[in-house]
């Protein structure tokens, strides 16, 4: 079960990077060119609010699952379990808490080019949070690109 609850959760970070993606682009050139918030993009930030808090769902599930919350004086030593344990657990929590800030403030913003341009910093930051702290297979952590 568990292995399947990591390929969902590896499986899930693409959907997500893409949406994040999308926003970050309609949310760029809507702010540059000075459109207005429609209901499109309230659903497509909306989306991505959800599918990342389902990520983060599957990550507390992996986290507690897998014993990475035991900490050790040698956890810190060995950098797989230092990776999992600490760096991609707080850099997720870091760029979550971003997207959620970023639609919490963004409902109280009238004027459309000021959201998007909220939206967009917020995003940007937590895209480079976010690529930072996934496992990539050229890292060395044993994980594979699902």
């Keep these: 079960m568990l292995t399947g609850l990591g390929h969902l959760h590896s499986a899930n970070r693409y959907i997500l990077l893409a949406l994040i993606l999308i926003v970050l682009i309609t949310s760029f050139t809507k702010w540059k060119g000075n459109k207005e918030y429609s209901k499109q993009d309230d659903k497509l930030n909306l989306m ?14 992996l986290y507690f699952a897998k014993g990475w919350h035991n900490f050790t004086p040698s956890t810190m030593k060995v950098a797989a379990l230092r990776f999992f344990s600490v760096e991609h657990m707080i850099g997720m929590l870091i760029a979550i808490v971003l997207i959620t800030v970023a639609r919490i403030k963004g409902k109280k913003i009238v004027e459309a080019a000021k959201r998007h341009k909220l939206t967009f910093i917020y995003y940007a930051i937590a895209l480079v949070i976010i690529f930072a702290s996934i496992p990539w297979p050229f890292r060395g952590f044993g994980n594979d690109w699902f």
């Design 48 to 61: 991505t609010f959800i599918i990342t808090h389902i990520q983060l769902l599957l990550g507390f599930i």
